[in-house]
């Protein structure tokens, strides 16, 4: 049987583009995980829109500043001139979004927006809430724990995927078009506040077959997740919280970032990130989340799951500061596509959400335009699809199918020095001669005789590296400085 789609990924992009679908099509969605492990579920802050036709601008010039102009602009402008429109089309088909007390959509604000134009769902569990509607939509057939290990492409033409059912098994699914919205490359890195579904091999897929990565050194580090937990994947504390009047204060109550920017608090997530872990190694001081601005019961009320996910840890808030440090949280990188959300190069295969580079994020994401992102391009990706009705001829595809080993005994080890370098060298602050190391580690890993996934992970660091090599100079989350450390072992 050939598929009409096969989606790759069950987040916010890949489920959307399944709703739009029409439900006389043949569809498979590929879940690597369960349904809800996806970086989608763990949004917290809400989605960010232009309230009105006089917002448009405004949001353009926001998301610009915040990327440094590095941004497509065109990218840029499509993305907030549609933003209204599918906000009303998810409302319409019934999402539910938070409404103030005259019963309007009740905006709210975070760092580097110039208003109020963040909407947000069951407080603080935007993502979430979002991802269950999707899910209640989704009609399609949906097969979980299938980690995709391929994509069958022959003259820019792509004949659908290959995929593990479990350890051993591989399974093939042809299509007349395939849509990636596998989402970004958090699990290489030591400490984020992503999914650990999200390990990029399908950008090492991309890499592989000599399609386009852009950007790929612009890695997005999110400043507040708590400090102290012993697991990889940070709890996050949404930028909501600062925007509605949490700030940053050293173990001495001292309101430093001001002396780096300001804004503040509500710099751009680069500066706030960078300032943190700057004033951290030259005064030694521990840095907190303070709420003291609160009250108890609007802020159960606003934050109801960040309140209850605190309080498991110990926290009784807001009464409490909370110990923070960055993590890795974003890719504003990752597999080129245009403007349609067609991965450049191809005439059938797609790529939408963080998985994608729109241009749209530049150098540096402003918050809350990510879930936007995958709502607009996803919707863009489809209509493009149904209007082209691309159909392949699997007697063509005639290259054979290679069956992979998924993991072998020599990849845990590799695997956490993979992610302890591209935390330590391609983090937040980077210096030329430790990235270059970095890559012929990575090079060196890539001539042993590893399982298949841990391969697709490090091509994506290696394209990570390369393009951190490539870019000399300073660029919003890309920040380069005169230092040099370097002290991963050699396995």
Known sequence: MIYDYVIIGTGLAGLNAARLIPKNKRVLILCKMSTWNCNTFWAQGGIASAVDESD???????????GVNYNDKEAVELLSKKSQSTIKNLIDAGMKFDLNDKGELAYTKEAAHSRNRILHADGDATGRMMHIFLLEQCEHEIVTQAVVCDLLIKDDICYGVQYFVNETKQKVAYAHNTIIASGGVGSIYRYHTNSTANAGEIQ??????????????????????????????KPLLSEALRGEGAYIVDENGYRFLFDYHKDGELAPRDVVSRSIFDYNKKTGLGVYLSFETFEKKAFKLRFPNIYSNLKELGYDLPFERVPISPAFHYSMGGIDVTMDGKVKGMKNLYAI?????????????????????????????????????????????????????????????????????????????????????SLKVIEEYLKKDVGRLLFLRLLTAKAILKAAINRKESLGAHYIQNWYFFDIKFT
């Open 204 to 233: 090492g897929i991309i890499a592989e077959k000599g399609l386009a990565l852009k950007d790929m050194e612009m890695m997005q580090f999110h400043p507040t997740v708590v400090r102290g937990t012993s697991f990889a994947r």
């Open 353 to 437: 959400g963080e998985a994608a580079c729109t241009g749209v994020h530049g150098a540096n994401r402003l918050a809350s335009n990510s879930l936007l992102e995958g709502l607009v391009f996803s919707q863009i990706a489809i209509e493009n699809s149904l209007k082209e009705d691309f159909k392949i001829n699997q007697e063509n595809y005639d290259k054979p199918i290679i069956e992979y080993i998924r993991n072998k005994e020599i990849d845990k080890d590799l695997k956490d020095n993979l992610r302890t370098i591209m935390w330590t060298h391609a983090g937040i602050v980077r210096e030329h001669k430790a990235l270059e190391e």
């Open 56 to 66: 448009i601008p405004v949001h353009i010039k926001d998301t610009l500043e915040a």
